[in-house]
Nanobody, 119 residues
Framework: VQLQAFGGGLVQAGGSLRLSCTAS????????LSWYRQPTGKQRELIAR???????EYARSMRGRFTISRDYGQNTVYLQMSNLRPEDSGVYYC??????????????WGRGTQVTVSS
């Protein structure tokens, strides 16, 4: 599975940004697509996850300003971010986990896209 993320960049505090990530390759019908982020010098953390059949899950600290959605026909996942703060800066990663088939449990990561929020 290959994951390609788009949409990072520089934005002012209080602004919005939408990231997208398209999955291709041997994507099993049962899967979950997620967004993680890694601020400079800190550990990677989950933002949100969305399964192929719709349920979403958010890290508690990410609720409210981040919205994950999915275009099932295009195997694309989006992350809408609003009211951005400087502490939201970091590298944002797309992640996929297979939830069925021979690759059950296999995880894949995209290369990441940089988000920088200026104060």
């Amino acid at each position: 599975v290959q994951l390609q993320a788009f949409g990072g960049g520089l934005v002012q505090a209080g602004g919005s940004l939408r990231l997208s990530c398209t999955a291709s390759g041997n994507l099993f019908s049962e899967n979950a697509l997620s967004w993680y982020r890694q601020p400079t010098g800190k550990q990677r953390e989950l933002i949100a996850r969305i399964k192929n059949d719709g349920p979403t899950e958010y890290a508690r600290s990410m609720r409210g300003r981040f919205t994950i959605s999915r275009d099932y026909g295009q195997n694309t996942v989006y992350l809408q971010m609003s009211n951005l703060r400087p502490e939201d800066s970091g590298v944002y990663y797309c992640h996929e986990v297979q939830l069925g088939g021979k690759e059950y449990g296999m995880e894949y990561w995209g290369r990441g896209t940089q988000v920088t929020v200026s104060s």
